[in-house]
């Protein structure tokens, strides 16, 4: 039946007539009617507006963007000051806002993942616990969740002078987790340059195994290769560098730590919440995925004599991320847009500090419209992604 | 098909809906006397100057500015309606008309006075900005604050001012920045910040706030800005600008005069032609604003003076007059002539 050519199936056209009572015309004319109506209201809300701010003198425009910011913000991934433009602190907001929302998908899923199938487990007590904390988590509101962890550090934690010191050079207080980083030497340059060729090359290898393993059946040792590449190739470059210790230690200087890495109480208590709350839906979303996958599969693969762990990964997870793919891109999502709970607690990401661009040039529609469009960009990038994985994940039908 | 016919028909009525809003502004003061009371926007819990009690009655040195107000238009002080603002908010509640007046301890600024669309028609309160740090921290003045960690609120002069002062004396702290009163003030206490800093008044109310451990704190000595506070209303309506400024100037010519809330019934008679205009029986002071002739004798009287409600507002946060004392007294507080 495939072989009959699809044109040739269709009927003929029909001659156009120009009627409403043509189905295909009517619908056209219905479709341009209700662009243009909203166009109108666009329209008409818009310059509504203008008319209305210009009569009230307030500000509009973006000029705004090029002046001073004056006011401070705590965490920036790119060097600012109080002297830098409105634009470069909002691009501030955008970047912390992007790293707790990635930071934040990655712990989630990995978390979420482990709970799922912790559900399932033959243990009572694991699926117990796993089930307790699902029900837990789900049913808190996530505000109420961040106050909780915001208040559980700063108010158990020590001021900076009793600061706990667990490790040496790692140090909890109220002021954050500080902790030692790699100091400033060319060989971690090296090293992390390194650890990218690695990934490159497994990726690559990888592909180029699976292809030699469908043609001659040889397997190739994956996970040795990968572990190799991956690990050894930093510690060479490491090597070859001259084995630097150098280590940039945090130390109480006055009223604060200074030097090291650090992860303030905000930042600390907004990706806590963010992650163990999103991690419960992740949770059910895995465990579902899973249970979708028709047991007749898994009996299948054990009477071929599959390994159960191979029996998961080639068989299981396969299908059962079909099913999983699609809601996992709807949490990914509300972690993004939850993140903007981050002013609640003081996180400087983009919603507190397009608040407060807005608030002191006192241009509210402005600063609306760039939070909207940045969580607009955000979201729409993060669902084309995931769409198209799901797309190449999806069943090819036949 | 059917579907988008009817999303079309119910866009074009909304669009008819919204195309009858567009007209003319009018005075707020007809709007306000249509509905039955003013709307104040204040704020949401700042003892002194404007918190609800224990009965849920709202007091304050701004309540009583809009309280003045009500009395001055309706002869009766209580019909005020609040809305409680954060700093954040208080701007675009006033523009968006959710308010008639914002008396909010809101500094009066070049840019908020040109740009945000409002006027300001008062100062009722002298402030400037200052810190507060817990005694154990063992600093004496803001010039020792290098490398420390503040707390401050989102949205304000304060946040600016902070900015300004650590780079004009080259020194380096680090904000934590919250927008909720309660939740920033809770931050410092839990030790996330070494000082809180806002306005001198803020302060001090909220140490008072702090009752038996308000001794553990110290508000350090150093002002580093200049906070005049007051009422704002919207841009270019006059006639309402006008009656709330000169609300605000009866209550502090009334205390150039002694004339107290208790005391004007006495002084109905008295000669002196100044008292006699400030208590309605001669002049049309009233008329010239659109008011009762009455609307001064109402606003002292059930207001009372400038001294009386910061009195009874401010004395208990443990604020003295300071520069906030009348002129003739040697503060700056002065009204220009109500005739
Ligand atoms: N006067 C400053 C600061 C006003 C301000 O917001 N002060 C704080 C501290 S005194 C406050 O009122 N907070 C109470 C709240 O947000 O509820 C301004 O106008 O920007």
Redesign the interface.
């Known amino acids: 039946m495939a072989s009959i050519p699809r044109s040739s199936r269709r009927p003929a056209p029909p001659a156009v007539r120009l009627s409403l009572s043509d189905p295909f015309v009517r619908s056209i004319v219905y479709q341009i009617l209700v662009v243009g109506g909203v166009a109108l209201i666009i329209w008409y809300l818009v310059s509504n507006t203008m008319t209305n701010m210009e009569a009230r003198k307030i500000a509009s425009g973006f000029d705004f963007l090029n002046r001073e910011a004056g006011f401070a913000i705590s965490e920036h991934s790119i060097d600012y000051s109080p002297a830098d433009t409105y634009f470069r602190a909002l691009v501030v907001g955008v970047l912390n806002t992007l790293l707790i929302a990635v930071l934040g998908i990655v712990l989630a899923t990995i978390l979420g993942t482990v709970i799922g199938i912790g559900r399932l487990a033959k243990n009572w007590l694991i699926a117990k616990v796993c089930s307790v904390y699902v029900e837990v988590m789900r049913n808190l509101p996530l505000a109420v969740q961040l106050f909780f962890w915001y208040a559980m550090i700063i108010e158990n934690l020590p001021g900076p002078r009793q600061a706990i010191s667990p490790l040496p050079g790692v140090f909890l207080s109220s002021r954050g987790i500080m902790v030692p980083v790699p100091g400033d030497d060319p060989a971690y340059g090296w090293m992390l340059i390194a650890c990218l060729i690695g990934v490159v090359a497994t990726l690559l290898i990888s592909r180029w195994a699976r292809a030699r393993q469908a043609a001659t059946g040889q397997q190739f040792p994956m996970m040795r290769a990968a572990a190799g590449l991956i690990l050894g190739l930093p510690l060479l470059a490491w090597l070859a560098g001259g084995a630097p210790t150098t280590l940039d230690w945090p130390e109480l200087r006055g009223f604060n730590f200074q030097g090291g890495g650090s992860m303030s109480p905000e930042f600390a208590a907004l990706l806590l919440g963010l992650v163990t709350y999103t991690a419960a839906f992740i949770a059910e979303i895995v465990r579902s995925g899973i249970l979708a996958v028709s047991h007749g599969q898994t009996e299948a693969a054990s009477a071929l004599g599959l390994r159960r762990s191979l029996n998961l990964r080639l068989v299981v997870l396969p299908q059962a991320l079909r099913v999983i793919i699609p809601p996992m891109i709807s949490q990914y999502l509300n972690i993004t847009k939850n993140s903007s709970l981050a002013v609640l607690i003081g996180y400087p990401d983009i919603v507190s500090i397009a608040n407060t661009a807005l608030n002191q040039t006192g241009q509210a529609i402005e600063g609306i419209a760039i939070i909207m469009l940045v969580y607009l960009t955000v979201s729409l990038s993060i669902a084309v992604f995931g769409n198209w994985y799901n797309k190449r994940l999806a069943l090819v039908e036949r | 098909?059917k579907h988008?016919?009817r999303?079309?028909a119910t866009?074009?009525i909304?669009?008819g809906a919204?195309?009858g809003?567009?007209q003319a502004?009018q005075s707020t003061v007809d709007a306000v006397k249509a509905k039955g009371f003013v709307q104040c926007g204040v704020n949401t819990g700042l003892a002194g100057f404007s918190a609800p009690d224990s009965q849920g009655v709202w007091k304050g040195l701004d309540v009583d500015m809009c309280r003045g107000v009500a009395a001055a238009v309706f002869g009766d002080a209580s019909k005020v309606r609040y809305t409680g603002l954060t700093?954040?908010q208080r701007?675009?509640a006033l523009?968006s008309g959710e308010v008639d007046i914002l008396a909010r301890n809101t500094t009066w600024t070049l840019?908020?006075d040109?740009?945000?669309?409002l006027d300001f028609v008062a100062v009722n309160f002298y402030d400037g900005q200052g810190f507060m740090v817990k005694n154990s921290l063992n600093v004496k003045s803001a010039k020792e604050?290098?490398?420390?960690?503040v707390c401050v609120q989102?949205?304000t002069t304060t946040?600016?001012n902070?900015?300004?002062y650590?780079?004009a004396n080259r020194m380096q702290?680090?904000?934590?920045?919250?927008?909720?009163m309660e939740?920033?003030v809770?931050?410092y206490l839990?030790?996330?910040c070494?000082a809180y800093t806002t306005d001198m008044s803020g302060l001090a109310s909220t140490r008072s706030a702090q009752g038996a451990n308000a001794s553990q704190h110290l508000i350090l000595p150093d002002v580093i800005s200049k906070e005049p506070l007051g009422p704002a209303v919207?841009?270019?309506d006059n006639k309402w600008a006008d009656i709330v400024r000169w609300t605000f100037n009866v209550m502090v010519e009334a205390e150039e005069m002694g004339l107290t809330s208790a005391n004007i019934d006495s002084k109905m008679n008295d000669p002196n032609p100044g008292i006699q205009r400030l208590v309605g029986k001669t002049g049309d002071m009233g008329k010239q604003l659109g008011l009762e002739n009455n609307w001064s004798y109402n606003i002292i009287k059930q207001v009372g003076n400038y001294g009386e409600s910061y009195e009874r507002n401010i004395k208990p946060i443990g604020l003295e007059r300071g520069v906030n004392e009348l002129w003739s007294k040697g503060g700056i507080m002065y009204a220009p002539p109500v005739r």
Not at chain 2, 114 to 117: A, D, I, K, M
Not at chain 2, 145 to 149: C, I, K, V
Not at chain 2, 173 to 180: A, M, S
């Open positions: 098909m988008l016919g999303i079309a866009a074009a909304a669009l919204l195309a809003t567009a502004q700093a954040q701007f675009t523009q840019q908020r040109t740009s945000l669309g604050l290098n490398g420390a960690t989102p949205g946040e600016l902070l900015a300004d650590f780079r702290f680090k904000p934590v920045v919250i927008e909720k939740e920033v809770a931050a839990a030790g996330r070494d919207r841009h270019g």
